[in-house]
C-alpha cells in the first residue's frame, strides 16, 4: 500500500506542478486576461502568487516535504479562487454556468482530498515523514 500511496503522491504532485507551470510560465498571459475579465484586483500579480501557491502544494506532495505546508497552500490556492473564478451561480448563460459549475465542483474535491492529507502523519519515501514542520 505504501507504493500504492507513493504512485497517488506522484500523480497529484505532477497535477499541482503542470497547473503552476501554466499560472507562471505558460498560460500566464491568458490566465491574467481571464482574472482581469473576472474583475480579480491585480489580477497578473494574482496569478503569479496562485501558481506559486501551486509551485508550494506540487513540491510538498511529490517529495513529501512539509506535508502539511502543501495542504495549506493549496486550501490558500482553491478558497478564493474557486469562489471569485468559477462563481457559476451568478451567471446567465447556460453553458458558461456549467462550465464554471464543474470547474467549482472539481476544485471543491481537490480541496477536500488535500484536506484528508491532513490525516496522513507518517507520508512513505518522503523527504521529511512528519506532516507539519
Given amino acids: 500500500m505504501e507504493v500504492v500511496f507513493f504512485i497517488g503522491r506522484i500523480i497529484v504532485g505532477v ?7 501554466n ?7 491568458q490566465l491574467t486576461q481571464y482574472a482581469q475579465y473576472k474583475g480579480v484586483p491585480a489580477p497578473r ?9 501551486l509551485l ?15 495542504v495549506l497552500s493549496v486550501v490558500l490556492f482553491f478558497l478564493p ?12 448563460d447556460q453553458q458558461q454556468r456549467m462550465i464554471e459549475m464543474v470547474n467549482f465542483t472539481k ?4 480541496m477536500g482530498s488535500a484536506l ?14 512528519q506532516l507539519w514542520p
Fill in 15 to 21: 497535477y499541482y506542478l503542470f497547473n503552476a507551470a
Fill in 23 to 29: 499560472h507562471l510560465i505558460m498560460g500566464t498571459e
Fill in 45 to 53: 500579480l494574482a496569478v503569479i502568487v496562485t501558481g506559486i501557491l
Fill in 56 to 70: 508550494i502544494g506540487g513540491l510538498s506532495f511529490l517529495l513529501g516535504v512539509y506535508p502539511g505546508i502543501g
Fill in 81 to 92: 479562487v474557486s469562489f471569485k473564478m468559477h462563481n457559476f451561480w451568478a451567471l446567465q
Fill in 107 to 110: 476544485n471543491m474535491a481537490l
Fill in 116 to 129: 484528508m492529507f491532513l490525516l496522513i502523519e507518517r507520508w512513505p519515501f518522503s523527504l521529511t515523514p
